[in-house]
């Protein structure tokens, strides 16, 4: 679920270096069953250097229905998720999606698998995205001319977000951790937060925004069920989905 700088619960005790409530190491989930606990497991040592690999008692399922990749043919939405939004390459930057105009936002993990997809630019976004970023481009799709571009923003643990899911409207949620490195947004590190809900079968992809000033935070991409705890949500950010793919968003 995260590496690189993640943030270990408040309430854990660890041996382990921080900073501004940042460990510099791994976090991993745990069926409840094999873990009932947050905790340490052995540090992962490459050389001399050991890292932390904090573990979460929690199982992860991604919000999509069953039945494969999503139709790029859509329009507006996909066939197994939800779009967050419109993209655009970035102008006067390098263009690593080789997008030729504009397309839609959505998770990743509806819209692609490790082989090509048939009317998706470009066909293999793994090469792109690599395993960590649950984010894909889906096109072409020309953005309305009413379209506003979306200021994205970080994530704060305790802020309040709006998810806007494939019903329509949106609801509310509060971010409760966060897996966002500072000044590192490599496509080798994922970069999310858990909010404090979650949702329907197909609404991965959905935008979620900051309640208070209306920036895009992430987009939500499935269900964390803790153990003992009501389910909770997990957001890919939005500021390592803007970074490396070389796009602006647009509503």
Not at 24 to 53: K, S, Y
Not at 141 to 166: E, M, R
Request: hydrophobic share 45%; net charge negative; glycine share 14%.
């Amino acid at each position: 679920m995260g590496a690189g700088f993640v943030r270990a619960p408040q309430e854990l005790e660890t041996p382990f270096p921080m900073a501004e409530g940042f460990l510099f190491g791994f976090c991993v989930f745990a069926a409840p069953e094999q873990r009932a606990q947050p905790g340490f497991l052995p540090p992962l040592r490459v050389g001399e250097a050991l890292f932390p690999l904090l573990v979460l008692p929690a199982e992860y399922a991604p919000r999509m229905p069953p039945g494969g990749p999503a139709d790029p043919t859509d329009g507006w939405g996909t066939a197994q998720g939800t779009a967050a939004c419109w993209a655009r390459p970035k102008a006067a930057v390098p263009n690593p999606m080789g997008l030729s105009g504009d397309g839609i936002l959505t998770a990743g993990h509806v819209a692609m698998t490790v082989s090509a997809v048939a009317g998706m630019t470009p066909g293999n976004v793994y090469a792109v995205a690599g395993f960590a970023i649950d984010a894909a481009v889906m096109g072409p799709a020309p953005a309305p001319a009413t379209a506003a571009p979306l200021a994205i923003g970080p994530s704060v643990v305790g802020a309040s977000v709006d998810v806007y899911t494939q019903g329509g409207g949106f609801a509310p949620a509060t971010v409760l951790l966060d897996f966002q490195p500072s000044g590192y947004f490599g496509k080798n590190c994922p970069h999310r937060a858990i909010i404090d809900r979650g949702f329907a079968p197909g609404d991965s992809g959905s935008l979620a925004r900051d309640s208070r000033v209306g920036d895009g935070i992430g987009i939500y991409i499935g269900d964390v069920h803790p153990a003992g705890g009501p389910t909770q949500g997990a957001c890919q950010l939005l500021e390592q989905v803007t970074m490396e793919f070389g796009i602006d968003l647009f509503l």
